[in-house]
């Protein structure tokens, strides 16, 4: 088991920065990939962005092209934490955050939901105009 819990949401206008943090516990040796998705009212939950890490192909990340240049997932490996720095937030960003964890070695760019074994409660993000 990796327990997964997210903290840092909150309510921000447009132009604003929000950074979020995703705390892994448990099993933490097994994690290889550690990722962010997103899900506003009525919409599908969707990828936002990953980081990857392996001893043969290294730290990799990957974002949705839609936080592209405005989001940066990165990682404490003492702490066996995650983040999402959140910058130039848009309403298109409300949703809830949810963070996710890989174990299984699958390897790949772990942008789907189905390459995830743990996910956190999540947390609210509104971004006001």
């Known amino acids: 088991q990796v327990p997964v819990v997210e903290s840092g949401g909150g309510l921000v206008q447009a132009g604003g920065s929000l950074r979020l943090s995703c705390a892994a516990s448990?099993?933490?040796?097994?994690?290889?990939?550690m990722g962010w998705f997103r899900q506003a009212p009525g919409k599908e939950r969707e990828f936002v962005a990953a980081?990857?890490?392996?001893?043969?192909?290294?730290?990799?990340?990957d974002y949705a092209d839609s936080v592209k240049g405005r989001f940066t997932i990165s990682r404490d490996n003492a702490k066996n934490t995650v983040y999402l720095q959140m910058n130039s937030l848009k309403p298109e960003d409300t949703a809830v955050y949810y963070c996710?964890?890989?174990?299984?070695?699958?390897?790949?760019?772990?942008?789907?939901?189905?390459?995830?074994?743990?996910w956190g409660q999540g947390t609210q993000v509104t971004v006001s105009s």
């Open positions: 996710a964890v890989a174990t299984r070695g699958l390897g790949g760019r772990y942008t789907s939901l189905t390459d995830y074994d743990y």
């Open positions: 448990g099993r933490t040796f097994s994690v290889d990939a």
């Open positions: 980081m990857t890490w392996s001893s043969w192909s290294g730290r990799r990340t």
